[in-house]
C-alpha cells in the first residue's frame, strides 16, 4: 500500500519559478495526498499566481493543493505551518527553484520502506552559474559533491512530536538543530543519494555583495543552537589571532597565513576537487577570494546572531 504522503513547500518570492514547482509536485509517480505551498510573506505576485495555478489546474491532479498564509516570514517557521496543517501519516519538504525527478516521493517512499527508517532524505548537488557561484559552492556545500539536504526529506509526521518542529523564526541553522535531535533521540535517518535536486539558475551566490549580505544574514540564526558551537569558532579565531598579536607578531601572522592557505586551497580542494580539474584557474585565483569573504560574512553573520539571540538586539538587513 502506498503511502499518503502532504507535501511541504515554504515560498518567497517565487514568481519566476513557482509554477514549475507545482507542475512538479503534481506530476510525481507516487502522488501526494495533499499539497501545501506556504507563503514567507511574499513581496511579489508569488501569493496570486499559487492561487490562480490551483484555480485552472487543481482538476488535472489527484492531489489536492493548497496555498496558505500565516504570517511566517523564515522558512522554519512556514514548514512548521504545513507540518501542523498536514493530515496525512507522512510529511515531505521540498523548495522552489528546484530540479527534481518525478519519480522522487516514490523513490523515498521506497527507501523508507525499504529500510524500516522514519526519516529519508535525499541530496543537493551544486555547480554554480558563474566563477564566483562555482567557489561560492566549493567552499561551501561543495562543487559537485552530494549533500543531505531538508528539501527532499519525507519523514513520518509522529516524528516531530518526539523532536518538536523545527527552530521558529529562523532562515538557517533550523536543519542542524533537527538533525542532532534526530541523533541525541536515536531516530535514524536515511540518506538516499539516488533522490538528487539541483538548483535551477544560481546555486550560491553570483556576486560577492550579494555572497556576503546572504551568508551574513543565514549565520545570524545559527547561533544559540543547543549541542552545535561550530559558530562561534568564526568569532573565536580571528579573536585569538587578535590576542596572540600582542604577544607575537611572528606567531600572529603565520598562524594568519596558514588560515589564508587552509581556506584558499587545502578546505576547497577536500571539498571539492572536481572544482581544481574542471576550472583550474578559478580555482586558484577566486576560491580563496570568495573563501575569505564567506567567513567575514559568517564572523559578521555570528555577532549579530549573539547581539540578537543573547542582548535581544533586533536584526537589521545588511
Known amino acids: 500500500m502506498n503511502p499518503e504522503i502532504t507535501v511541504v513547500v515554504p515560498y518567497y518570492n517565487e514568481q519566476e519559478t513557482i509554477e514549475y514547482t507545482l507542475e512538479q509536485v503534481g506530476e510525481q509517480s507516487l502522488p501526494a495526498e495533499s499539497a501545501i505551498f506556504v507563503n514567507s510573506s511574499s513581496t511579489d505576485r508569488t501569493f496570486d499566481m499559487v492561487e490562480r495555478w490551483i484555480q485552472k489546474n487543481q482538476c ?3 492531489t489536492k493543493f493548497r496555498n496558505v498564509f500565516e504570517g511566517t516570514d523564515n522558512p522554519a517557521s512556514s514548514k512548521n505551518v504545513g507540518i501542523r496543517l498536514a493530515e496525512t501519516e507522512w510529511v515531505a519538504f521540498m523548495d522552489c527553484g528546484q530540479n527534481f525527478e518525478k519519480n522522487w516521493l516514490e523513490a523515498q517512499a521506497g527507501c523508507a520502506q525499504e529500510n524500516n527508517s522514519e526519516v529519508v532524505s535525499g541530496v543537493v548537488y551544486l ?4 566563477w564566483i557561484d562555482r ?8 562543487y559537485k559533491r552530494n549533500v543531505p539536504c531538508i ?5 513520518k509526521k509522529s516524528v516531530f512530536d518526539r523532536t518538536g518542529l523545527f527552530l521558529e523564526g529562523r532562515r538557517a541553522g533550523y536543519d542542524v538543530a533537527w538533525r542532532i535531535r534526530l541523533k541525541t533521540l536515536g531516530i535514524n535517518r536515511v540518506i538516499n543519494e539516488l533522490v538528487k535536486i539541483r538548483y535551477i539558475g544560481v546555486n550560491y ?3 560577492l ?7 551574513s544574514l543565514y549565520h545570524v540564526h545559527t547561533v544559540r543552537i543547543e549541542n552545535y558551537l561550530t559558530p562561534y569558532a568564526y568569532v573565536i ?3 585569538s589571532i587578535l590576542c596572540l598579536s600582542v604577544l607575537s607578531l611572528k606567531a600572529a601572522g603565520g598562524l594568519a597565513l596558514s588560515y589564508l592557505f587552509a581556506r584558499a586551497f587545502v578546505i576547497p580542494l577536500l571539498k571539492s576537487p572536481l572544482m581544481l580539474r574542471e576550472h583550474p584557474l578559478e580555482f586558484l585565483f577566486g576560491v580563496g577570494i570568495v573563501g575569505i569573504s564567506v567567513d567575514l560574512a559568517r564572523m559578521t553573520g555570528v555577532l549579530r546572531g549573539i547581539l540578537h539571540y543573547y542582548l535581544g538586539k533586533p536584526v537589521s538587513r545588511l
Open 237 to 239: 579565531f580571528p579573536f
Open 127 to 130: 555547480t554554480g552559474e558563474n
Open 205 to 207: 551566490s553570483s556576486n
Open 209 to 215: 555583495a550579494h555572497l556576503f549580505r546572504k551568508t
Open 135 to 142: 567557489c561560492a559552492a566549493a567552499q561551501t556545500y561543495g
Open 151 to 155: 528539501p527532499s526529506t519525507l519523514v
Open 60 to 62: 488535472r491532479f489527484s
